[in-house]
């Protein structure tokens, strides 16, 4: 299908060309004037040597429609759209640094002749480029129904609105989401709730031609696509020491839990709707700020550890089935039998939510994953794009925002 696209295009462009200098669509000669020609306008203009990347693509008719629009980069047609008059179209994206253009484009109107302009242009090489250092969920990944999109770019990004525009979300079952700033060199994805299970999403940063800073533009395009799996949620009160894990709306799994002893902060386990981050078989545990020697001080390998946040969270197995469903004693972490937490850490996924209850610690909306902590309208108060169109800024056209 791609290739007869691309096949198409060409012919119309060579079509195009051929008749660039012809005019369309004579009739018989009347007494009456002739109607004029629409008139065709390409920006960049044809022939241009260094054209901008970031402006994209933009094609407009005067004094008729367009009826026939093609672009080719490099072999591949151009994404772009008509407006609903016909009389604009736009390129979806920004442009290719340093690319050739092959453009041609027909305009007609009623009772009169066609015009025809075709030509090429070549857009200017970026003089330093930005990119994607690292995404989560990895490619080809399986996570849960909480789990984030993260973004990180190798250099800090000064026009985030920019760049905001050009990230695209698709998934196999549309949802309401929106992108937030965490810093210059990261923005993360949320939905506005939970990803509906058993479903393909993929993500893709059109950086090409994105300016990020001056003299800063993307080089390429990226993609990569995950799985959302079975949802997964457990809730875990603190006051009754006990753990629920349920799987697509059944209980899956009941657990007597210790949480955090809660003597000090750092002993306190946080509460809010966290997200299984990693997990390692075992994960060996330090006390922070403590020396060997120190009160307090230990040195552990805890098996089936499934991390919930930064400050050093995890469900893990500990053999201490006195305390379980008794007591919090623990320096923060949530343990459990050492049976049923092999039986959590083999089931996890990242990205599943576990919501604690019942202590006096809330959790931080940037430890870790806890971006749920947010409401949706304190989420999108991070974005660059929504902040940017709330304040009339002008933003690249020829970008479609990215929504799920």
């Not at 050739?100 to 109107?109: D, G, K, L, N, R």
């Not at 075709?118 to 990119?131: C, I, K, V, W, Y």
């Not at 939970?194 to 533009?217: E, I, Y």
């Not at 995950?226 to 629920?244: C, E, I, L, N, P």
């Amino acid at each position: 299908m791609r290739r007869a696209a691309t096949l198409r295009v060409a012919f119309l462009l060579v079509c195009a060309m051929a008749a660039v200098s012809v005019a369309c669509g004579c009739g018989p000669v009347t007494a009456e004037t002739p109607a004029a020609p629409p008139v065709v306008k390409i920006a960049p203009a044809l022939d241009s040597a260094r054209a901008r990347p970031g402006r994209g693509l933009v094609i407009r008719a005067t004094g008729g429609t367009l009826s026939e629009v093609a672009a080719l980069t490099g072999g591949e047609p151009v994404p772009g759209r008509l407006d609903a008059e016909r009389r604009v179209w736009r390129s979806d994206w920004t442009l290719k640094p340093g690319a050739e253009y092959t453009v041609a484009a027909t305009a007609t109107s009623p009772g009169g002749p066609a015009t025809v302009l075709a030509g090429r242009f070549r857009t200017r090489p970026a003089q330093e480029t930005f990119g994607l250092a690292a995404t989560a969920p990895l490619p080809g990944e399986t996570v849960g129904v909480g789990m984030p999109v993260i973004l990180d770019f190798d250099r800090p990004i000064e026009d985030k609105a920019a760049v905001e525009r050009a990230l695209e979300v698709r998934s196999g079952h549309p949802a309401e989401g929106a992108w937030h700033w965490a810093g210059d060199t990261r923005v993360i994805y949320r939905t506005r709730r939970f990803w509906t299970p058993r479903q393909r999403v993929t993500v893709t940063a059109h950086l090409a031609g994105v300016r990020a800073a001056d003299g800063v533009h993307g080089a390429v395009d990226s993609t990569f696509a995950f799985t959302v799996g079975r949802a997964q949620t457990s809730v875990v009160d603190t006051r009754t020491h006990r753990m629920t894990v349920e799987r697509d709306g059944r209980t899956a799994q009941r657990m007597a839990i210790s949480a955090g002893m809660a003597t000090t902060r750092e002993y306190t386990t946080t509460s809010g709707v966290h997200l299984t981050m990693d997990k390692g078989d075992p994960v060996r545990m330090i006390s922070p700020g403590r020396e060997k020697g120190d009160p307090g001080f230990y040195d552990l390998l805890i098996e089936h550890a499934v991390r919930i946040s930064d400050s050093g969270e995890y469900i893990h197995a500990k053999d201490n089935v006195w305390a379980q469903g008794r007591r919090n004693v623990s320096h923060g972490c949530v343990n459990a039998r050492p049976d049923q937490a092999a039986w959590f850490y083999a089931s996890s996924l990242r990205g599943d939510p576990v919501t604690i209850t019942g202590t006096s610690r809330e959790l931080a909306w940037d430890n870790g994953w806890g971006f749920w902590q947010l409401t949706w309208e304190r989420w999108i108060e991070g974005s660059a794009l929504r902040a940017a169109d709330a304040a009339g800024e002008r933003v690249p056209p020829g970008l479609t925002p990215g929504l799920g």
